[in-house]
């Protein structure tokens, strides 16, 4: 028979030596992005209760925007997993749900856990303030889109001058890029890419990792629903994440403008045509081009709540702003809270991160 462990309430050794988590511990899941999702249906195999905290008043975070890329076939870019996970997580009853809610307080902490205050802003006049035990955290919080409206691109200036997610949206809801400005089919579409990735005056060094194949995968969908689009993307290089990233890249090559070079200005012109500005390598010459919808491709930066998160269960800092793993303190991260990464990647980082608590509420570490 279980007997409790010293010293360790809540966790049982049986006979063979091997600890328990015991019935009443959870994990707190903060985040119902992909991460999230999967870091509770993970813990949820393991017979392990979690409780999914989301700001949001939907779960699934970013990609539950994306469009399908799918051609004759299925291009692997991952999207339709948030769904079925969401499902997963909906179904199973070892996994609580609470949308519209954060995390504003931690009022105790000991060697079993954390007690945790969260707050409830379904009735947005008298938001409602619990607490629970947790005796493991998974932050899985994500990431904030980069923000372009500091670059000289005309974000927010001229109405088809979109984001990448914005465009995501556009196709997942009619199918093809229809313009913001009067809902016209763009005969020339630019990409810019790199938008607030790999960019020393931000300090942002990193590579976003995702916007290469999600810019060659929606220019693929184009192409195919709409072959007469031309389509120029500008680029740094092209990185190639991803098994079937070179036969899909190879596939595209022919059909698009590649220009290595980088904008550096985008102005309006009359007839609702945008007229991007760039030098070509070396800036020996400068060249001009009009396309009717501009697209940029903006990269993936640290979440919003990092700083007030690290703060909260004390994490150390780091020299991006991404958040980092404490297994002293109980605190696993899991998907692009920690770093850019793509759907996939996030399904494993956070499978990682359900093992590493349920070890930690094992009390092996
Ligand atoms: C333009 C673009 C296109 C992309 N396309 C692809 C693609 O085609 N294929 C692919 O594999 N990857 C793609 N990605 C990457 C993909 O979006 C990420 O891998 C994925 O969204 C990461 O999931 P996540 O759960 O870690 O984060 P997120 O999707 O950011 O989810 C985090 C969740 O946490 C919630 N949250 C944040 N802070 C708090 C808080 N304090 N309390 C409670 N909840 C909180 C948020 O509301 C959100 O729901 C793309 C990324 C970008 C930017
Ligand atoms: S992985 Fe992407 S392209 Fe393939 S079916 Fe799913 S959403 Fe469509
Ligand atoms: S994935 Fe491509 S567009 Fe995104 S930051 Fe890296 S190189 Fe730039």
Redesign the pocket.
């Known amino acids: 028979m279980n007997r409790p462990r010293s010293g360790g309430a809540g966790r049982f050794v049986n006979r063979k030596g091997l600890t328990h988590v015991a019935a009443d511990q959870k994990v707190l899941v ?9 870091a509770a249906t993970k813990l949820a195999t393991l017979d392990i209760h979690s409780v999914i ?4 008043p ?7 925007q ?1 469009a399908c ?1 799918a051609t004759e076939k299925c291009v692997a ?3 339709c997993i ?1 769904e079925e996970k969401w499902r997963q997580a909906l179904g199973d009853p070892r996994i609580e749900v609470s949308t519209r ?3 504003v307080d931690v009022s105790g902490r000991n060697a079993n856990g954390y007690r945790v205050i969260i707050e409830n802003s379904h009735d947005s006049d008298s938001p409602a303030q619990t607490s629970i035990a947790a005796d493991a955290i998974i932050v ?6 980069f923000d372009p409206a500091g670059k000289p691109y005309g974000y927010q200036q001229f109405a088809n001058v979109i ?3 914005e465009l ?1 949206r556009i196709l997942r809801e009619k199918g093809l890029p229809y313009c913001p400005s009067d809902n016209r089919l763009p005969d020339q579409i630019a990409f810019v890419q790199c938008v607030g990735s790999r960019d020393a005056g931000l300090g942002h060094l990193w590579c ?4 290469c ?2 810019a060659l ?1 929606i220019t693929g969908l184009i192409k195919a629903r709409r072959p007469e689009t031309k389509i120029t993307i500008f680029y740094i290089d092209i990185q190639t994440f991803g098994k079937d990233f070179n036969t899909q890249f190879g596939q595209l090559k022919n059909k698009v403008k590649m220009v290595r070079a980088i904008p550096a200005d985008i102005f309006g012109s009359d007839k609702d045509r945008l007229r991007v500005v760039y030098f070509t390598p070396g800036e020996a010459q400068r060249c001009e081009e009009s396309f009717d919808m501009v697209v940029l ?4 930066t640290p ?3 990092n700083r ?2 690290k703060e909260l269960f004390q994490l150390l800092p780091t020299d991006t702003g991404f958040l980092e793993d404490s297994a002293r303190k109980g605190v696993f991260i ?5 770093g ?7 399904v494993a ?2 499978g990682r991160a359900a093992l590493r608590a349920a070890n930690h509420l094992r009390g092996v570490t």
């Open positions: 903060i985040g119902g992005g992909i991460a999230g999702l999967s905290v989301e700001k949001a939907i779960l699934g975070g970013h990609a539950v994306y890329k870019c991952a999207a948030v809610t954060r995390v899985a919080t994500g990431f904030t889109p984001t990448n997610l995501e976003s990792k995702v916007c194949a999600s995968r491709s903006v990269g993936i979440g919003q709540d007030t998160l899991a998907g692009a809270a920690g850019p990464m793509t759907i996939a990647d996030s980082s956070a």
